[in-house]
């Protein structure tokens, strides 16, 4: 697999409280030079990444980040916001409460409105997978399905661990044809990134993914 094909399929990341204007100038112009599927940001600085290199590059952010637990109306007031300053993606964060709670039906519900208000904008549906039970990820898989989410995601980034190979595996089983995989946290080598993408993932999370590429290129791999 070239670095070319694996950053193809980054969302260079960059989700800190603290992200300054230059920090996510240097992303998005990585991003542009490294050709990555997107940059994935802070809903405040959307508008402003669109106002400043237009259509050279996808903008994704995030809804309901990092707890999930805003209410339904919220959330789609925050993704109807996104695509109006420009966000192609949006990546939502279920609510874990009801996860927990056994309501399933009050999850998908909550996605199926998500992916209205998106429309053609791509939706990811992050699960949160370090809190959970298999039987958990399991019904969220079928939850992410039934409601015509475009991606099932493993982790913000910001739980107590990220993305799981077997957490990936699991995902592949249980998923309708129509969903692809986001493996997100954690990811700390082009191994691992090519690991993620041969076992079907088709987007990467990762801050970190052109730094590994650049050291790989400093040591002449």
């Not at 697999?1 to 100038?25: F, G, N, P, R, Y």
């Not at 909550?110 to 791509?122: F, N, P, Q």
């Not at 993932?201 to 002449?220: F, N």
Request: with cysteine; proline share 2%.
């Amino acid at each position: 697999m070239t670095k070319k094909e694996i950053l193809s399929h980054v969302d260079h990341t960059l989700l800190k409280a603290v992200s300054t204007w230059e920090q996510i100038q240097k992303i998005c112009e990585e991003a542009i030079a490294y050709e990555t599927a997107s940059v994935c940001v802070p809903p405040s600085y959307v508008a402003r990444i669109k106002e400043t290199y237009g259509d050279r590059l996808a903008v994704c952010t995030v809804i309901g980040f990092p707890l999930g637990y805003n209410v339904t109306e919220v959330k789609e007031a925050e993704v109807k916001k996104a695509i109006e300053d420009g966000a192609s993606e949006v990546d939502m964060v279920v609510n874990l409460s009801d996860v927990k709670n056994g309501d399933f039906d009050k999850v998908t519900e909550e996605i199926r409105r998500l992916k209205a208000a998106a429309g053609d904008k791509i939706l990811k549906v992050i699960i949160e997978t370090c809190y959970l039970t298999e039987e958990e990820k399991i019904a969220l898989c079928r939850c992410v399905t039934d409601a015509k989410a475009d991606y099932i995601k493993t982790s913000t980034g910001f739980g107590t661990a990220g993305a799981a190979m077997e957490d990936i595996l699991l995902f592949k089983e249980h998923i309708g044809p129509d969903v692809k995989i986001k493996a997100a946290g954690g990811i700390r080598s082009v191994e691992d990134m090519e690991n993620f993408l041969k076992a079907g993932c088709d987007r990467l999370g990762t801050s970190s993914a052109i730094s590994l590429i650049q050291g790989q290129e400093a040591k002449g791999y």
